[in-house]
């Protein structure tokens, strides 16, 4: 099958050092069912063999382009500038991409036409698992975008025409909460939303970055849930209040659940609605059983 140099759709996976998981990845995109498509690869100096495991995938859509081991954010922003498709879709390297999603997302795009991304439900695997409700409505996702990011990044598909129009990039000062800096900023060019259905199996396995800069993922997060609130005329939460939202370990189930509940009435004193409410009480809830689990 060619490739035309203008296909509706590319989905864009950077990798370093992620052979076990590649092909997998790769072949869940090309089953897809939509043909119109490219694979963009961009291999962020991998040293395992990540790129050599591509080999047994004879695919003509699939387009691997090398870089230096530059790290996530350049990896993606590399993607941006290769991108050829009038649509841009994300996946992970070690992650799959559910049968439909494609589809579904382009679908949704013919009936938004003045939405510039979507994204969809992601369900767990591996060492862990459980849905992911995601807000559907933009309006949702506004309320949701003041305390967290309100799309799985991996599972977003954008119009490239917007990202060609404004330059937006995946910004480097926000390295480990990348996603959710980037589709705040994209957020105020159109509609968001989330479509109700799982389209994205999120691994999960130790050594994730999430893991591993889990201190600076968590000083990024609140700089940007306070700079996203001043950009659109919001009060932003104090960092403390959030903090005790997302992450309030206090050592015990008690402690937890009462600091945890007291920083979601805040967040719904603040900014009132369901979405808020919806995400404060699934927050508490989380971190409850977190609590309970570790006694």
Known sequence: MALTDSPLLTVL?????AAPYIVA???????????????????DGSTDGSVDALAE????????????????????NRGLDE????????????????????QAQLDWFAQNPDAVVCGTDYELFGAMSGRVRMPRSDAACRHRLLLAGCLCGAS???????????????DPEFTHAEDYEFYARLSEYGE???????????????????????????????????AHA???????????VLSDLLWPDRGGVLPTAGVSTLAAARALLRDPGVE?????????????LAARRGE
């Open 156 to 170: 977003a598909m954008m119009r490239t025409e917007v990202l060609r129009r404004t330059g937006i990039r995946f």
């Open 25 to 43: 990845a790769v072949r869940s995109v090309l089953s897809q069912g939509v043909d119109d498509l490219e694979v963009l690869i961009v291999d």
């Open 276 to 288: 808020t409410a919806r995400f404060g009480a699934r927050r508490v809830l989380e971190a409850t």
């Open 192 to 226: 968001i939303g989330n479509i109700p259905m799982v389209g994205y199996l999120y691994r999960i396995h130790p050594g994730q970055v999430s893991d591993r800069h889990a201190d600076a993922q968590r000083a990024a997060h609140l700089r940007i849930a306070a």
């Open 57 to 76: 995938i004879d695919d003509p859509r699939v387009r691997v382009v090398s870089q230096p081991n530059g790290g996530l954010v350049s990896a993606l």
């Open 230 to 240: 001043v950009r659109v005329g919001a009060r932003p939460l104090p960092d403390a």
């Open 83 to 102: 991108v050829r498709g009038v649509f841009l879709a994300r996946m992970d390297a070690d992650d799959l991409c559910a049968p439909g999603r494609l």
């Open 13 to 17: 996976i950077p990798v370093y050092n």
